[in-house]
C-alpha cells in the first residue's frame, strides 16, 4: 500500500515570498490532515478536511495561509506572503473516515520550509 | 489551559528503566486517545491507542483516567531504541480532530 506523499522534501524562500505544498494521501482515506511542526515543539493542527468538506480551520491563519482539496483526493497547502515564523516542517496526514473510531494517522515525510 | 499538555522532558534513563511520561487534556469530551513516537527528523508514527481500560503492548502500557483527563504511557526495560520523542494526541471533539502535546523526549543510555 502507498504511504502518504508529500512534496516538495525541502523549500527555502525568502520571507514575503509565496510557497505551496502538495500532498497526496493514501487511497480511500476521506480525511486529510496538514500540520504545522515547528522545531522543538509538538505538530499543530492547521486543516481538517473530510472529503473536500473543511472539518476543522480554526488554527489556520487564513490572513496568510489558504488550503484546498478540490476534489477530494489530494490536497495543497500555500502561504502568501510567508513570514521568517512561518520556518517549520509541515505535516499532511490522512485517515480513514469512522466517526468516534480509534483512527490511526498515516503521515507524509514532511515538506521542511525555511524562511530567510 | 493547553488541550494537551505533556511533561516538558526531557528524561534521561538507563538501559532497563522503568519510565513513565504523562499528559492531560482539557476537553471532557475527547473519546479516543493515542500515543505517537517520533525519531528525529522523522514523522509521527503510531506506538498505540489508549482504551478505557488500559491497554498493555510488550513493554508499554498505556492508562486512561477520564476523571482527571489524563492519560499515561510507561515503558519497562527501556532499550537504545526506545530513544525518541513521544507525543500525547486526542481526538478532540470526536470527529477525529486530531491534537497533539509538545511531546516528551526520551534518550536511553547504555
Known amino acids: 500500500e502507498a504511504g502518504v506523499a508529500q512534496s516538495p522534501r525541502y523549500k527555502i524562500i525568502e520571507k514575503r515570498q509565496s510557497v505551496a505544498f502538495w500532498c497526496n494521501p493514501i487511497s480511500g482515506h476521506a480525511t486529510l490532515y496538514w500540520y504545522q511542526q515547528i522545531l522543538g515543539q509538538g505538530p499543530k493542527l492547521l486543516i481538517q478536511?473530510?472529503?473536500?468538506?473543511?472539518?476543522?480551520d480554526s488554527q489556520l491563519p487564513k490572513d496568510r495561509f489558504s488550503a484546498e482539496r478540490l476534489k477530494g483526493v489530494d490536497s495543497t497547502l500555500k502561504i502568501q506572503p510567508a513570514k521568517l515564523e512561518d520556518s517549520a516542517v509541515y505535516l499532511c496526514a490522512s485517515s480513514s473516515i469512522r466517526r468516534w473510531a480509534n483512527e490511526k494517522l498515516f503521515f507524509g515525510s514532511g515538506t521542511q520550509l525555511s524562511v530567510l | 489551559r493547553k488541550e494537551v499538555e505533556q511533561d516538558p522532558g526531557p528524561f534521561n534513563v538507563p538501559e532497563g528503566a522503568t519510565v513513565a511520561f504523562n499528559c492531560t487534556y482539557s476537553n471532557s469530551a475527547s473519546q479516543s486517545f493515542f500515543w505517537y513516537r517520533q525519531d528525529c527528523r522523522k514523522e509521527p508514527k503510531l506506538l498505540m491507542s489508549v482504551y478505557s481500560s488500559g491497554n498493555e503492548d510488550g513493554r508499554f502500557t498505556a492508562q486512561l483516567n477520564r476523571a482527571s483527563q489524563y492519560i499515561s504511557l510507561l515503558i519497562r526495560d527501556s532499550k537504545l531504541s526506545d530513544s525518541a520523542t513521544y507525543l500525547c494526541?486526542?481526538?478532540?471533539?470526536?470527529?477525529?480532530?486530531?491534537?497533539f502535546g509538545a511531546g516528551t523526549r526520551l534518550t536511553v543510555k547504555p
Open positions: 494526541v486526542v481526538n478532540m471533539k470526536g470527529n477525529n480532530d486530531m491534537r
Open positions: 478536511f473530510q472529503n473536500n468538506g473543511v472539518v476543522d
